[in-house]
């Protein structure tokens, strides 16, 4: 399995607060993703990475923020949680964007509650 | 971006060979299809990606007609362990895998 680490691995926490989700990796992949999945929407893309300190957000990027300071890792921010932001949270990597060696690799999840 | 439309959920038994169509009318001319397979409390995980024709790795097939307007993910012999939800994705540049609802499958004894 590629090396990709989630933490925390579930958190719950009070609408209102700031909440920051780690994705790190060991495989020094170019591109790290954030995406959300829930009940009858699959996954979500929210925003993206394409290399240290390039992001691009996707198609649920509102009340997200993300920073990518190092190769390895990508942090999602939450500003100020809501309930809607309830939900699991995925991180993927890639080695590239486009045409051979950019099937995306996933981590194991974190489970956001907002209460 | 090209929507992909494929079953909702489709039943199986173990030993059956098990086929996924998935159709993707306004595939673009660049686009490789991309099959992920994602279990319970888990991520997503690739399965297979293909152009055109045929592809086959150690856990599928993948058929993909001359037109591009449909693929097929054929699974051989299928077990219990292959119980999930099968998604296909035509790849969009840039990264952006837009995952629609998949195809749950459930294998049964």
């Known amino acids: 399995d590629a090396g990709i680490t989630q933490s925390p691995r579930h958190k719950v926490t009070e609408t209102g607060t700031p909440v920051t989700l780690r994705c790190h990796q060991t495989e020094n992949h170019r591109y790290m993703y954030w995406y959300r999945q829930d009940p009858g929407h699959g996954l979500r893309l929210i925003h993206y990475?394409?290399?240290?300190?390039?992001?691009d957000k996707g198609e649920v990027s509102d009340g997200y923020s993300v920073s990518r300071s190092k190769t390895e890792d990508f942090l999602l921010t939450l500003e100020s949680a809501t309930s809607s932001q309830t939900s699991v949270y995925f991180c993927a990597i890639s080695e590239s964007g486009t045409g051979r060696g950019y099937e995306q690799y996933f981590g194991p999840g974190t489970r956001l509650t907002v209460t | 971006l090209a929507k992909t439309t494929q079953p909702i959920s489709m039943d199986s038994y173990e030993g059956q060979e098990v086929n996924i169509t998935c159709s993707h009318n306004?595939?673009?001319?660049?686009?490789?299809i991309t099959w992920y397979q994602q279990f319970p409390s888990q991520g997503p995980r690739f399965i297979i990606q293909?152009?055109?024709t045929k592809v086959t790795n150690e856990v599928a097939s993948l058929f993909i007609p001359a037109d591009r307007k449909s693929s097929t993910l054929s699974l051989p012999r299928v077990s219990l362990s292959d119980t999930a939800v099968y998604y296909c994705l035509p790849y969009n540049q840039g990264g952006k895998l837009i995952f629609g609802q998949g195809t749950e499958l459930s294998v049964k004894p």
């Open positions: 306004n595939i673009a001319t660049n686009d490789y």
């Open positions: 293909g152009y055109k």
């Open positions: 990475s394409y290399g240290v300190k390039d992001t």
